[in-house]
């Protein structure tokens, strides 16, 4: 673990984070968002996604499954297998180098790791809910539990990466005013 932190504060350089943040757009942009217009336009009317919901009951799995079309649901597991396997890890390797920016050394850099579970159980989820679309209407029940468990850690996760990024950008703030003070006249 100390390894794969040490790595992200080591790549956590302007350069690397502007790249990384240009393959988050382009992927989140280019990928994404045309990929769940296509999910629309194969049901023809507008769908969810089960991934961006914040957990999901059985019955919400099911009533989401259910507005896609037969098209929609084959299109939806491929697009997991590939969009949905680069999508968490860049969005996990950008977070993990911005946590990096502010968390190089010392008792906290352990949050650095947040963001690489955070992608981890995104994995897990996407495993579950390939399962569950490959066999839609006669999926198991524990599938959706599974994915909807896997699905609000997930988003847990993320939203706490998004706590250590604010925290870190506060504490930054708060290291920085002593030197402005020092400048006003």
């Known amino acids: 673990m100390l390894r794969v932190i040490t790595w992200f504060q080591q790549q956590a350089r302007p350069r690397i984070i502007v790249l990384v ?3 988050y757009l382009l992927l989140a942009l280019g990928v994404m968002r045309p990929g769940a217009q296509k999910l629309e336009k194969l049901s023809g009317k507008p769908v969810d996604i089960l991934d961006l919901q914040f957990g999901f009951s059985v019955e919400k799995a099911q009533s989401i499954l259910s507005g896609y079309s037969a098209a929609a649901l084959q299109e939806a597991a491929t697009f997991l297998v590939w969009a949905d396997t680069l999508y968490p890890l860049i969005y996990g390797i950008l977070l993990s180098l911005l946590v990096a920016v502010f968390f190089r050394n010392g008792r906290m850099q352990f949050v650095v790791m947040v963001p690489v579970l ?6 897990a989820e996407n495993y579950w809910l390939y399962k569950l ?3 839609y209407p006669n999926e ?7 994915a909807s468990s896997c699905n609000a850690v997930k988003w847990s996760l993320l939203g706490l990466s998004g706590l250590f990024l604010l925290f870190g950008c506060f504490r930054r703030l708060l290291q920085l005013l002593p030197s402005v003070r020092k400048l006003a006249p």
């Open 21 to 23: 943040t240009l393959a």
């Open 118 to 123: 955070a992608v981890l159980v995104d994995f």
């Open 133 to 135: 679309l490959n066999s």
């Open 140 to 146: 198991e029940v524990s599938w959706i539990e599974y």
